[in-house]
């Protein structure tokens, strides 16, 4: 049964099924996190949703990532891995400011990855290896 405001516990917690949060999970000292992120493989173009963050995204070399304003909270991480040849490329919207080393914004061949973070309303960093 769901319960409002905070819960706080000295100890450990266990749970043999899923814990559920529709706000954040705050701590300090250390975990251990065994799962990894969920994998999506793509066809298709996508876009930096909050339906795709926190995602592994396996992306072909003929697709584009489009970056615009999005519900996504600032934090969210897309992680991308290039699995054709080609060049996987990622496009800013308007109003959108898209920071990597060099203004590089296609994945640099087949194998290569970045992740693209949102740490502000409209400003994303990309780092990986780009071209």
């Excluded at 996504?72 to 490329?89: D, H, K, R």
């Excluded at 496009?91 to 080393?101: A, D, F, P, Q």
């Amino acid at each position: 049964e769901p319960v409002g405001g905070t819960f706080t516990v000295r100890g450990t917690i266990s749970s043999s099924g899923a814990i559920n949060t529709l706000s954040h999970i705050t701590a300090s000292g250390h975990g251990l996190f065994q799962a990894g992120k969920p994998i999506k493989t793509h066809t298709a173009n996508l876009t930096a949703s909050l339906a795709n963050a926190g995602f592994y995204h396996i992306v072909g070399g003929t697709l584009t990532c489009s970056i615009s304003i999005s519900s996504a909270p600032i934090g969210a991480e897309y992680e991308f891995f290039q699995t054709q040849s080609g060049n996987f490329l990622f496009k800013s919207g308007s109003g959108i400011s898209l920071i990597s080393k060099n203004g590089s914004l296609r994945l640099a061949q087949l194998g290569s990855s970045a992740v693209l973070k949102k740490v502000g309303t409209s400003t994303y960093h990309l780092m990986g290896d780009l071209t």
